[in-house]
């Protein structure tokens, strides 16, 4: 079975520019998260996903945004990029949303901005 | 607050050496559950354990195991006889009953490094 796949890997973008990445999650899975990992912050939550509605979203500002698609694959979006957005972007995916699924984690998309 | 304090930001070990990984937690929850997850250089995390608040039984599962205390709010992992391939971050979180499965709360990580 095909693990978490995330589209790109690494992405360089400038400033003010906006970014979509991608992520597929385990075929059956239905829920998708989304986290931020940065050196100085570490591990963050951005939001949670299962059959196209969020259900949760972390303390981050409105420029970042997300979907799910019926197909459950999911998006997110960061618009007006700054520089503090550089960061490992990882997403994970689990059956359903209930605490006994595992989380399962993509290889992440790297994203530069400068 | 739910909070997870991995205190040892980096190890440095010479293979088959025994490790032990601190990770002590913070919540307000009696039902709540721990995590731990590696990651390799790659970046992926891998998943190793999941435990929840009401299960206290200590796990082994070949060279790792988890001892997990309430009384302490700890959930330590010892990698026994360490190996060069053990070399990542490792990572341990914390999810609440009442919060959503998918938000994760994460240390900030221990760094082991294993020497040939």
């Known amino acids: 079975k095909a693990g978490v796949t995330q589209t790109p890997r690494y992405l360089i973008k400038t400033r003010g520019q906006q970014v979509t990445l991608s992520c597929s999650p385990i075929s059956g899975h239905r829920s998708v998260s989304w986290y931020q990992q940065t050196p100085g912050q570490g591990l963050q939550f951005l939001f949670e996903y299962f059959s196209e509605t969020q259900r949760n979203k972390g303390n981050f500002p409105g420029r970042f945004s997300g979907r799910q698609f019926s197909n459950s694959r999911s998006e997110m979006n960061v618009s007006t990029l700054e520089l503090g957005d550089s960061a490992l972007y990882l997403c994970?995916?689990?059956?359903?949303?209930?605490?006994?699924?595992?989380?399962?984690f993509g290889p992440g998309t790297r994203l530069t901005v400068l | 607050a739910q909070k997870v304090t991995q205190a040892q930001t980096e190890i440095s070990v010479v293979e088959k050496e025994d490790v032990t990984l601190d990770c002590v937690y913070e919540t307000r929850d009696t039902t709540y559950y721990l995590f731990w997850y590696k990651q390799p250089p790659s970046g992926e995390l891998v998943f190793l354990i999941r435990r929840n608040s009401f299960d206290e039984q200590n796990e082994i599962s070949g060279r790792y195991s988890w001892n997990f205390q309430k009384s302490t709010s700890s959930f330590n992992f010892t990698i026994t006889a360490s190996q060069v391939v053990d070399s990542a971050v490792y990572f341990c979180a914390l999810s609440e009953a009442r919060g959503s499965q998918g938000n994760l709360i994460f240390g900030k990580g221990t760094k082991l490094s294993v020497k040939p």
């Open positions: 994970a995916s689990s059956l359903e949303t209930t605490h006994t699924d595992t989380q399962y």
